[in-house]
């Protein structure tokens, strides 16, 4: 399995913007798809963006569609999300995934590997 480790999580006020990153170890990069999810307390890890293992294809929960934006750099191993515009129900903890198989992308039992997860918090 890879290794993810997420990174750049903070607090910031709405409006502002973030960008989390995602550095894996441990296997060949390009063969896995990689996803962004989202859990807020109390609720399910929700999907929010994914990308396809050359990045031709992202694709995006309704809910961030033109304010997130996922990007990955498989020369250094590094999925990025981008998120600019947020909104305080964007608060939670953010987990990258990575997907080895034909999996549905939005679905987080597909995944092979998570990382730690980064806390992202929005204040109003």
Do not use: H
């Amino acid at each position: 399995q890879v290794q993810l480790v997420e990174s750049g999580g903070g607090l910031v006020q709405a409006g502002g913007s973030l960008r989390l990153s995602c550095v894996a170890s441990g296997r060949t990069f390009s063969n896995y798809r990689m996803g962004w999810f989202r859990q807020a307390p109390g609720k399910e890890r929700d999907f929010v963006a994914g990308i396809t293992w050359g990045g031709d294809n992202t694709y995006y929960a309704d809910s961030v569609k033109g304010r997130f934006t996922i990007s990955r750099d498989n020369a250094k191993n590094t999925v990025y999300l981008q998120m600019n515009s947020l909104k305080p129900e964007d608060t939670g903890v953010y987990y990258c995934a990575a997907l080895r198989s034909w999996g549905y992308m939005y679905n987080a039992r597909e995944y092979d590997s998570w990382g730690q997860g980064t806390q992202v918090t929005v204040s109003s």
